[in-house]
């Protein structure tokens, strides 16, 4: 309820859609469709808290970007979502730098600067991830009625990754990812219908 911002039975009903959704999409990595079967159970568990982490400073990073969007005396405008952006991609680049430090692995970019096509790839990458997508994600997070459903529809990823698992890794799409792919849209539905 940040902000004033309760979400009604509706929207409610609409992110456990969404939510249930994107989990039975995911939940498709059982019976030997994962990508990477040969993670023993601690890697796996180290994974599912290395994304609840990421999950919970995503919904915080949200919450503070909703707050200085907002505006103000000295602000009539609040701040753009590009500015909140260029932010978000500093602090992140140091805090990388910093925690690849220990690991003696703080310039291990450079590889690919020898690389041109390694190079290209992850240019186009930066470009449409970290730049165009965080760009994005906090216009979302600005012009929404709330930002519980910017969140919802920007975790749609998975939806989205579908068609090219398929194309380029071969990945299985079984009958609970269809299931989930509808939930998650009716969730979608629930949460911008009037």
């Not at 910093?98 to 003696?104: F, I």
């Given at each position: 309820t940040f902000q004033g911002e309760a979400p009604d039975l509706r929207q409610v009903g609409g992110l456990?859609?969404?939510?249930?959704?994107?989990?039975?999409v995911l939940w498709r990595s059982r019976d030997g469709s994962?990508?990477?079967?040969?993670?023993s159970a601690r890697?796996?568990?180290?994974?599912?808290?290395?994304?609840?982490?990421?999950?919970?400073?995503q919904a915080g990073g949200m919450i503070l970007s909703r707050a200085a969007f907002a505006k103000g005396a000295d602000l009539p405008d609040g701040v753009a979502p590009i500015e909140s952006v260029l932010v978000r991609l500093v602090a992140g680049t140091l805090a990388v730098f910093?925690?690849?430090?220990?690991?003696?692995e703080a310039f291990a970019f450079g590889a690919v600067l020898r690389h041109p096509g390694a190079l290209r790839l992850t240019a186009v990458?930066?470009?449409?991830g970290p730049i165009a997508g965080i760009w994005l994600s906090m216009v979302a997070t600005?012009?929404?009625e709330?930002?519980?459903?910017?969140?919802?529809?920007m975790s749609l990823t998975p939806l989205f990754l579908l068609p090219l698992s398929r194309l380029l890794w071969g990945a299985r799409i079984d009958l609970g990812t269809v299931v989930g792919t509808i939930a998650a849209t009716g969730g979608v539905v629930l949460l911008v219908g009037r």
């Open positions: 456990l859609l969404v939510t249930g959704g994107v989990v039975a994962a990508w990477r079967p040969g993670l890697q796996r568990w180290i994974g599912v808290l290395g994304a609840l982490v990421a999950a919970f400073g910093v925690l690849a430090l220990p690991q003696r990458g930066t470009v449409f600005r012009e929404a709330r930002a519980g459903t910017a969140a919802a529809l």
